[in-house]
Every structure is written in structure tokens, then in C-alpha cells.
T-cell receptor
Framework: AQSVSQHNHHVILSEAASLELGCNYS??????LFWYVQYPGQHLQLLLK??????LVKGIKGFEAEFIKSKFSFNLRKPSVQWSDTAEYFC?????????????FGKGTKLSVKP | NAGVTQTPKFRILKIGQSMTLQCTQD?????MYWYRQDPGMGLKLIYY???????DKGEVPNGYNVSRSTTEDFPLRLELAAPSQTSVYFC?????????????FGPGTRLTVT
């Protein structure tokens, strides 16, 4: 069965620090990859997505992610975080084909940014 | 365009009671989903629907039922509430199931069963 692993449960950074959140998935076929963000008390919003093409994808609010197929990874990065980036971040994967394709979510990484 | 709306926002149930969580989308999406979110566990798919009249089980369907009589609405029913169903419930919709199109999420319903 497919699964998604997010390496860090809680990350604490100071403003202006660089961010990298790890995400690995287990599925050998073609995948679509997503990062969602959930600000405190709000619903999930899409940060960025990878379907095909350039493995470096850029999303909203200065976030980017790199798909490395050989490593089954889709890490999220931001060069300089802000206090407003405090949120929970979820990596998700879906697959082409098969009888049941749906979004499989990782357990999430909580990011706290200190002002 | 309201997107995905859910009611109620909060609810407290006693063990054994029943309730329906409402979900409506106005984007004409064929695909709709119900998830539950528990602390530190991410989101788990309860049920999904690929169109009016068609539903299927997700990863954690036990204790829940759904129906899809219209494209817009996808209610989730809890028949005999149990403490294990205390969670935050999110409804989502998308244009397509296969191909992994973006899912749009509602604001959630926080349910407590005591």
C-alpha cells in the first residue's frame, strides 16, 4: 500500500531561517505530489503540486519543492521563513490508474516560527 | 462562489446519538471526499464519491454512512456516535479523481463525543 512519510513532527525556526521539510512516499508508479498547508484553525490549502515536467515546482508564498524520483522524495523548501508561515504542512500523493486512487496524506509537520 | 461549505462548525454528541454532517460545493465538481483529522495522524479518507449516486469506502469507513443524491451535496452520517469518532471532519471536492487534480477543502466540523 502507498504511504507518505514526513520526517519531522515539529520544527521550530527563527524568522529569516531557511526551511526544508522532508517527504518520502512509497509507490513505484507515476505519482502526483502535493503540499498542503493548514494555518491555525483553518482548512487545508494547496501550497504547490507536481504532476509532470520540471521537477522543481514553485508554489505560493515563496515555497518550492523538488521531486527526486530516484529518492521517492518531494521536499518542501523556503529560503527565509516568516512568522506568518507558522502552520501545519502536509505532504500528499496520489497515483494514476488503479481501482482506487486518492490522496494519501503524511502525518504532517508542525512549523513554529519565532519572531 | 463559496467553494466547499460544511455545517455545523462544532458539535458535541453523547455516546449513541446520531447526526449528519453537511457538505455542499458549488464548483460543479464530480468528486467529493470525507476525511477525518486526528492530532499527529494526518488525514484519513472515510468515504468518497465519483458522482451523484456513486459512493465508495475509503480507509476508515466503519461507523459512518454517506449518500450522494446531487452533485452539490455529500452528507456524512454517524449512526451511533462513539468516543473514537471525536475528530475534526473535512469535506473536499475535486474535478477529477484519477490524475490527482487538486482537492478543495471545506472549513471542517469539530465533533466531540462524550
Amino acid at each position: 500500500a502507498q504511504s507518505v512519510s514526513q520526517h519531522n513532527h515539529h520544527v521550530i525556526l527563527s524568522e529569516a531561517a531557511s526551511l526544508e521539510l522532508g517527504c518520502n512516499y512509497s509507490y513505484g508508479g507515476t505519482v502526483n505530489l502535493f503540499w498542503y498547508v493548514q494555518y491555525p484553525g483553518q482548512h487545508l490549502q494547496l501550497l504547490l503540486k507536481y504532476f509532470s515536467g520540471d521537477p522543481l515546482v514553485k508554489g505560493i508564498k515563496g515555497f518550492e519543492a523538488e521531486f527526486i524520483k530516484s529518492k521517492f522524495s518531494f521536499n518542501l523548501r523556503k529560503p527565509s521563513v516568516q512568522w506568518s508561515d507558522t502552520a501545519e504542512y502536509f505532504c500528499a500523493v496520489t497515483s494514476y490508474g488503479g481501482s482506487q486512487g486518492n490522496l494519501i496524506f503524511g502525518k504532517g509537520t508542525k512549523l513554529s516560527v519565532k519572531p | 462562489n463559496a467553494g466547499v461549505t460544511q455545517t455545523p462548525k462544532f458539535r458535541i454528541l453523547k455516546i449513541g446519538q446520531s447526526m449528519t454532517l453537511q457538505c455542499t460545493q458549488d464548483m460543479n465538481h464530480n468528486y467529493m471526499y470525507w476525511y477525518r483529522q486526528d492530532p499527529g495522524m494526518g488525514l484519513k479518507l472515510i468515504y468518497y464519491s465519483v458522482g451523484a449516486g456513486i459512493t465508495d469506502k475509503g480507509e476508515v469507513p466503519n461507523g459512518y454512512n454517506v449518500s450522494r443524491s446531487t452533485t452539490e451535496d455529500f452528507p456524512l452520517r454517524l449512526e451511533l456516535a462513539a468516543p473514537s469518532q471525536t475528530s475534526v471532519y473535512f469535506c473536499a471536492s475535486s474535478y477529477s479523481f484519477q490524475g490527482g487534480y487538486e482537492q478543495y477543502f471545506g472549513p471542517g466540523t469539530r465533533l466531540t463525543v462524550t
